[in-house]
């Protein structure tokens, strides 16, 4: 049984975390995310910037939809897309995380290495 931890509100659930690094374990879903930033998109918009079909496009901007990095909303026939920063603020926040613990280790060992050393041997 994997242990949630919930101290704070936006903090991500294991199963968020795994949504979001899988959805931008790939390139195209990193480039539609990047592109969604900017502004909303068509899907069609999207697509035909792409070498693959428009089903194809559809499936990444689904991982991308699941794990909470884009909103998707109709508009008449077509369906946009923009980045949600509320998930790209959270998700950052993860890694700013991950970041202040590698610091302090980094940290730890520096100060390690800067001991002086003890004469044990004469």
């Given amino acids: ?3 949630q931890r919930t101290s704070e509100p936006s903090e991500l659930t294991d199963e968020e975390i795994d949504r979001v690094f899988h959805a931008l374990a790939a390139a195209t879903r990193r480039d539609i ?11 069609s918009t999207l697509a035909a910037d792409y070498d693959m ?16 990095l884009i909103i ?8 946009l897309v923009r980045a949600d920063p509320a ?16 610091r302090a280790r980094v940290d730890r060992l520096d100060a390690l290495l800067a001991e002086p050393e003890t004469e044990s041997h004469h």
Avoid: C, N, P, Y
């Fill in 33 to 43: 995310l990047r592109r969604t930033m900017a502004t909303e998109q068509s899907v």
């Fill in 87 to 102: 998930m790209i603020a959270r998700a950052r926040a993860l890694l700013a995380r991950f970041e202040d613990l590698w």
């Fill in 72 to 79: 998707k909303r109709a508009e008449g026939r077509e369906r």
């Fill in 1 to 3: 049984m994997v242990v």
């Fill in 53 to 68: 079909s428009f089903a194809a496009v559809q499936k990444h901007v689904g991982v991308l939809e699941q794990a909470g």
